[in-house]
Structure formats: structure tokens, C-alpha cells
């Protein structure tokens, strides 16, 4: 698992990589000056789709995962979009075809893969049986280095955890 996360979420990250017995490499690249809204603290860019909007995001982390990637010699990158993600373009399958094509053309020959991109949220913790007690590691607050219960990334997380549980919270 390579990690370009920050505070809260690398340490949620680190936790669930410990508890799964996979390895956990964390890369350092600041992006604060990338992108609006609630993802950068900035006010909201007129040309964005959404509140938050970090253009060309996934094909950024992708890009610094598989550089990371080859000298690690893996093979394949999963990244972890699912079926409401495709709000975004570079939340589409087409968008996973056209950097699995870039990337596999490249140096290394890496692929890029979203095994779960036509599943909801839901549908994918139920299908991989995540446990409850690693589940409630996860958050993606896009703007706070905890979960603010507020934004559309914690609001998202509270809709999943209340279609999986009945609950709007941890703590319920």
C-alpha cells in the first residue's frame, strides 16, 4: 500500500495497512497549491464541477504512485474508485482505460486497475467483508486532518455508514 495521505488519514491508513499485514510506503509531495475549495482551504473556483475540486487529482497520485511503484516492483496500482465517483471524469472507467493505457506504455509497464469502480460503497464493504472495528478507521474529510463531519467527503462516509448500519456515526 503506498500512502499520499496526511495527518490523520496516514495514520488511519498506517493502522489498517498494520492490521491487514501489508506493507505501508508513504511518499511526501505537497500539493497546497493545487486545486479549490474545501480540498485546499481556498474559496471555490468558478470553473468547478463541485465545491471541492483538485483538477487532474488521480491522474497526479496515480502518476507519483507508480513512480514509486517500479522501484518497488510491483505490477499493478488498484485504485479504490467505486460507482459514485464517476461524478468526476477521472472517476470513469475511461479514464482508468486511458492510464492503465498510458502507464502500461510507459517505462515498467505498469497496469491500473479499479476492480470495484461499478460497485457502490456499500456494496463493496458488504462484498469484502470489511470489519467494523477498520472500517471506522476510514474517513475522507476534505478539509480537516480528522474527520469535520461536514464536508461532501465526510458527508459521503455518513451516508455509507448509515446504509450499512443504520448509524450516522461511530458511535451511533
Known amino acids: 500500500m503506498i500512502g499520499l495521505l496526511w495527518?490523520?488519514?496516514?495514520?488511519?491508513?498506517?493502522?489498517?495497512?498494520?492490521?491487514?499485514?501489508?506493507?505501508?510506503?508513504?511518499?511526501?509531495?505537497?500539493?497546497?497549491?493545487?486545486?479549490?475549495?474545501?480540498?485546499?482551504?481556498?474559496?471555490?473556483?468558478?470553473?468547478?464541477?463541485?465545491?471541492?475540486?483538485?483538477?487532474y487529482r488521480n491522474q497526479l497520485l496515480l502518476t507519483m504512485c507508480a513512480a514509486k511503484a517500479i522501484s518497488l516492483g510491483v505490477g499493478e496500482i488498484l485504485i479504490g474508485t467505486v460507482a459514485s465517483d464517476s461524478f468526476h471524469k477521472d472517476g470513469t472507467p475511461q479514464f482508468v482505460q486511458l492510464m492503465n493505457d498510458l502507464l502500461s506504455y510507459q517505462e515498467g509497464g505498469i497496469r491500473v486497475s479499479a476492480p470495484a469502480?461499478?460497485?457502490?460503497?456499500?456494496?463493496?464493504?458488504?462484498?469484502?467483508?470489511?470489519p467494523e472495528e477498520l472500517l471506522f478507521?476510514?474517513?475522507?474529510?476534505?478539509?480537516?486532518?480528522?474527520?469535520?463531519?461536514?464536508?461532501?467527503?465526510?458527508?459521503?462516509?455518513?451516508?455509507?455508514?448509515?446504509?450499512?448500519?443504520?448509524?450516522t456515526s461511530a458511535t451511533g
Open 7 to 55: 495527518g490523520g488519514v496516514y495514520r488511519a491508513a498506517t493502522q489498517v495497512a498494520q492490521q491487514l499485514g501489508l506493507q505501508h510506503e508513504l511518499l511526501r509531495v505537497d500539493c497546497s497549491e493545487l486545486g479549490s475549495g474545501d480540498l485546499s482551504g481556498k474559496a471555490p473556483d468558478a470553473h468547478a464541477p463541485a465545491t471541492e475540486w483538485w483538477p
Open 117 to 130: 469502480i461499478s460497485l457502490t460503497s456499500a456494496e463493496l464493504v458488504r462484498m469484502a467483508g470489511i
Open 137 to 167: 478507521w476510514a474517513h475522507s474529510c476534505h478539509k480537516a486532518e480528522y474527520a469535520c463531519g461536514n464536508c461532501r467527503g465526510c458527508n459521503k462516509y455518513q451516508y455509507v455508514m448509515n446504509e450499512l448500519y443504520g448509524t
